[in-house]
């Protein structure tokens, strides 16, 4: 009997990392989602993966109640609109917000579960990066500086990790709330792209789970943005 895939997907509670647990869940996996706030979820963990005791309470809970783990997707990130010319508009407090959560704590979570990664016959990595890391234009500076680090990250694990496989995704604009752009922005950003839409959380959890089934796929980081930067 095939074994049942184990995955934990962070930040999971609404947008692209809702999207991809309810994929994974679709297609058969057992999905731990993790997030910040309560949720009715039978499998869930609260928890900020920006600190590492945190993390280390999630590994707890799937030791506790699984037989390890085979997915981690490290999805949680945080962000807001700060123009890019007001450099004064970054504050201490909200580049360590952005700084724990989009870079500590994907690193964090690699760390705490590279062990139990290692013992599983499929381990494997996915990080949710963004245009923003590649093309330095997004909600603030920071922000695009987290997720091109994050780019970077994956392809330093994918050496080191390895056989764990580990890819990035980088989403251009999706429908998700995540960030509250001006009025036009995303009229601005359809008109530009040659799907003539944009992004949809779907659209980068069928990504996600294509991942999941490309077993000589690491090191990438694969573009999700309806041709945008074309």
């Known amino acids: 009997m095939k074994k049942k ?3 934990l997907v962070t930040g999971s509670n609404k947008g692209i990392g809702k999207a991809i647990a309810d994929k994974f869940e679709k297609e058969g996996l057992d999905v731990i989602r993790n997030g910040i706030s309560e949720s009715s979820k039978e499998k869930y963990v609260k928890a900020d993966i ?3 005791s945190e ?4 590994k707890k809970y799937i030791l506790n109640n699984f037989s390890g783990l085979d997915i981690l997707v490290n999805n949680a990130a945080y962000t807001r609109y700060i123009p890019h010319i007001d450099l004064n508009g970054i504050s201490e407090e909200l580049m360590n917000k952005i700084l724990d959560t989009n870079i500590k704590g994907p690193f964090y979570c690699t760390q705490v579960f590279s062990d139990v990664l290692k013992e599983s016959d499929s381990g ?5 990066a963004s245009l923003a890391g590649i093309t330095g234009q997004g909600s603030n500076i920071i922000y695009c500086s987290s997720k091109a680090a994050i780019i970077n990250m994956t ?3 994918a050496k080191c990790l390895a056989p764990i496989r580990v890819n990035s995704i980088s989403p251009g ?3 998700t ?3 509250k752009f001006p009025d036009g922005h995303t009229q601005r950003t359809v008109s530009k792209t040659p799907l003539n839409r944009i992004g ?3 659209d980068i959890a069928d990504v996600a789970w294509g991942l999941i089934q490309s077993k000589f796929v690491t090191g990438e980081n694969i573009v999700v943005d309806g041709g945008l930067v074309l």
């Open 5 to 7: 895939l184990i995955a």
């Open 50 to 52: 920006g600190n590492k």
């Open 55 to 58: 993390v280390k309470k999630i």
């Open 124 to 128: 494997q990595i996915i990080n949710i």
């Open 155 to 157: 392809k330093s694990l």
């Open 173 to 175: 604009l999706i429908k």
């Open 177 to 179: 709330g995540f960030v």
């Open 200 to 202: 949809k959380p779907e």
